[in-house]
């Protein structure tokens, strides 16, 4: 599994349309075969910065996204909208396929 999450700035005044920005992009890479996941979070310390937490089958499947036109269009759309260069980190991590359950703490009835 290809795990990746990149941190994007957004301009201020871009902030509370970024979701409905991307969201034409997020769509087309959650309906690819190879894509596992495609999740946005918005940080809470800072309202303009968001996190995207993706992941894809392997290699292969990561670079069809990178090469895909809907892949192109977003970031020609998302380089008007950020106030920098966004921030990565990509690995790959084998014989994942997905989220597993956390060991350390599971639901209690109170």
């Known amino acids: 599994m290809i795990f990746i999450t990149v941190k994007f700035t957004v301009r201020p005044e871009r902030s509370d349309d970024w979701l409905g920005l991307v969201d034409d992009f997020?769509?087309?890479?959650?309906?690819?075969?190879?894509?596992?996941?495609?999740?946005?979070s918005r940080s809470v310390d800072n309202p303009h910065q968001f996190v995207l937490v993706e992941a894809f089958r392997d290699g292969e499947a990561g670079r069809e996204?990178?090469?895909?036109?809907?892949?192109?269009?977003?970031?020609?759309?998302?380089?008007?909208?950020?106030?920098?260069?966004?921030?990565?980190?990509?690995?790959?991590?084998?014989?994942?396929?997905?989220?597993?359950?956390?060991?350390?703490v599971s639901p209690r009835e109170a």
Not at 26 to 40: H, K
Not at 78 to 104: F, L, N
């Open 26 to 40: 997020t769509r087309a890479t959650r309906d690819e075969p190879g894509n596992i996941f495609f999740e946005w």
């Open 65 to 104: 996204h990178v090469q895909s036109a809907h892949f192109a269009a977003a970031m020609e759309t998302m380089s008007y909208a950020i106030a920098s260069t966004p921030q990565i980190v990509s690995t790959e991590i084998p014989g994942m396929d997905g989220w597993g359950a956390m060991g350390e």
